[in-house]
């Protein structure tokens, strides 16, 4: 059977009338009467009851017609899902991300944007280290990573998408709360909270060399991973703590924040991807960054 011949049936069953059914196909009338009467043999059932004036659907008619739509409307859906296909507006998108791409709001902005304009994508989302997003997208098994350091890596193209100074965090009832201007030497000796996405001793050397030739030397407590963690135990009075300014909006009203403008520690997130062709869906995503 035709897909064909039940749009005929259906145009007619639904107009009971032979001609305007043919205006609404856009063909004549004589061949939309033959092939009607082609399905009709062809499934060995009587449609319609015909006079003069008008046709009407016989019980087996009715039955088909409910049939045919059903049958219809699921062909039309998968015509559209496979033009949305073609055109990179559905289907599913593997992204990556460290926990500064939600900390600093680009990743829930890029998603909510995104799915306003191509609401039948679908996101595979899972939180991931930066080394190891590189690797991801490199075997293809990402489309998209948001990491925390820079990559520097053949086959793998990055973008900044993100850039924050970092702030000062401490617990409210702290001595350097009560000022506004903080200066390097008023951090010396002080207890801290160091936030890196892995646990690294050398790049806590690194944040200690840095700290020296600003002037002051942190005596480090802890090391966390997570920007939460460094909220909660700077919170329970361990230390003090950098962390970026878009965290201030998510932290416990106990703390304080204070700028210090010549600590130079920058907080950047970047996009990465493939250097080669992108999946249609992908690069509908990639370009939204920029937008």
């Known amino acids: 059977m035709e897909l064909r011949l039940l749009e005929y049936f259906v145009a007619v069953a639904e107009l009971e009338h032979v001609g305007k ?10 061949p939309l009467s033959r092939q009607v009467r082609r399905l009709e043999k062809e499934l060995d059932l009587q449609l319609f009851v015909r006079s003069r004036q008008r046709i009407y659907l016989t019980e087996s008619g009715r039955w088909l017609l409910q049939r045919a739509k059903g049958l219809l409307g699921q062909f039309e859906k998968i015509r559209k899902e496979s033009e949305q296909r073609a055109r990179g507006e559905t289907g599913t998108l593997a992204i990556a991300f460290t926990s500064a791409a939600i900390w600093s709001g680009i990743l829930p902005r890029l998603i909510k944007k995104f799915r306003t304009r191509h ?41 900044c998408v993100a850039e924050e100074n970092s702030l000062l965090v401490m617990p409210g009832s702290h001595p350097l709360a009560k000022g506004r201007s903080i200066r390097p030497e008023d951090l010396d000796g002080l207890k801290w909270i160091f936030l890196s996405e892995t646990i690294s ?14 002037g002051f030397v942190p005596e480090i407590v802890q090391n966390v991973t997570e920007p939460a963690t460094l909220l909660a135990f700077v919170e329970s009075g361990l230390g003090v703590g950098l ?28 996009m990465i991807r493939s250097a080669g062709e992108l999946r249609p869906l992908a690069a509908a995503l990639a370009r939204y960054v920029d937008q």
């Open 21 to 30: 059914a043919a205006q609404r196909l856009h063909v004549s009338q004589s």
């Open 119 to 159: 609401p039948a994508a679908r996101f595979s989302l899972q939180q991931m280290r930066s080394t190891l997003q590189v690797e991801a997208v490199k075997a293809g098994r990402i489309d998209i990573g948001f990491v925390s350091t820079l990559p520097n890596e053949e086959g793998v193209e990055y973008q």
């Open 201 to 214: 001793l050398e790049k806590q050397n690194q944040f200690c060399a840095a700290c020296a030739k600003i």
């Open 243 to 270: 962390i970026r300014g878009t965290a201030r909006k998510y932290a416990p009203r106990t703390l304080a924040f204070r700028e210090v403008p010549w600590i130079p520690f920058k907080n950047r997130t970047f």
